[in-house]
């Protein structure tokens, strides 16, 4: 069984920033493939951020791009700096993880609970 836990969510003025967090943890022995942030905002389907490769190479959607900063340690902890930060920013924020068992050959997704994040005055 693996867990995803996310946190750092908040309500922030348009400008600020705030950090997100979320830590994988199994009772297995494990390695990290790759990382990804998702969001959903209200009555709109679930759009990818960003991503992060077990190399530490990034990528990021358009919207988001030199705003957002995603990153990942040894700890099986990705991060999500979110800076200059919009109203429409405003979402459910999703870590995805795509986590491998060392008994097994491929890697799964397995996802976060989610963490609100509101941007307004």
């Known amino acids: 069984q693996v867990h995803l836990v996310e946190s750092g969510g908040g309500l922030v003025q348009p400008g600020g920033s705030l950090r997100l967090s979320c830590t994988a943890s199994?009772?297995?022995?494990?390695?990290?493939?790759?990382w990804a942030w998702y969001r959903q905002a209200p009555g709109k389907e679930r759009e990818w951020v960003a991503r992060i490769t077990g190399g530490g190479v990034t990528d990021y959607a358009g919207q988001v791009k030199d705003r957002f900063t995603v990153s990942s340690d040894d700890s099986n902890t990705v991060y999500l700096q979110m800076d200059g930060l919009k109203p429409e920013d405003t979402a459910v924020y999703y870590c995805?993880?795509?986590?491998?068992?060392?008994?097994?050959?491929?890697?799964?997704?397995?996802w976060g609970q989610g963490t609100q994040v509101t941007v307004s005055s």
């Open positions: 199994s009772g297995s022995l494990f390695s990290m493939n790759s």
């Open positions: 995805n993880g795509n986590l491998r068992f060392v008994d097994e050959l491929y890697g799964k997704d397995y």
